[in-house]
């Protein structure tokens, strides 16, 4: 089992950037596959990227993938995502999950989830 926190969230105006982090706790972060998603006010949660156990392999949305980037670090059992570019449309809340399959890209594909944190994109 994994319990997972996310932080890095907040106000930020169009263009800017952010990064989110993902700690998660106990020793077997390395053997999971890790996926971001985010859920916007009444709409259902959608996928935004994957990255594999190595941090070798990861698979992006297509509305994300020039802006944002997923990484890990293994030894600090963390996983992030940095946001570029951002865009109004991306407000919402994001989730870091664990345990899905490679190139998981549907939220009920995953076994862990974080409790999410607020990304709001306004001027």
């Known amino acids: 089992q994994v319990q997972l926190v996310e932080s890095g969230g907040g106000l930020v105006q169009p263009g800017g950037s952010l990064r989110l982090s993902c700690a998660a706790s106990g020793r077997t972060f390395s053997t999971y596959r890790m996926g971001w998603f985010r859920q916007a006010p009444g709409k259902e949660r959608e996928f935004v990227a994957t990255i594999s156990q190595s941090g070798i392999t990861s698979y992006s949305a297509d509305s994300v993938k020039d802006r944002f980037t997923i990484s890990r670090d293994n030894a600090k059992n963390t996983l992030y995502l940095q946001m570029n570019s951002l865009k109004p449309e991306d407000t919402a809340v994001y989730y870091c999950?664990?345990?899905?399959?490679?190139?998981?890209?549907?939220?009920?594909?995953?076994?862990?989830w974080g409790q999410g944190t607020q990304v709001t994109v306004s001027s």
């Open positions: 999950a664990a345990d899905g399959p490679l190139y998981g890209s549907t939220w009920n594909q995953y076994k862990y």
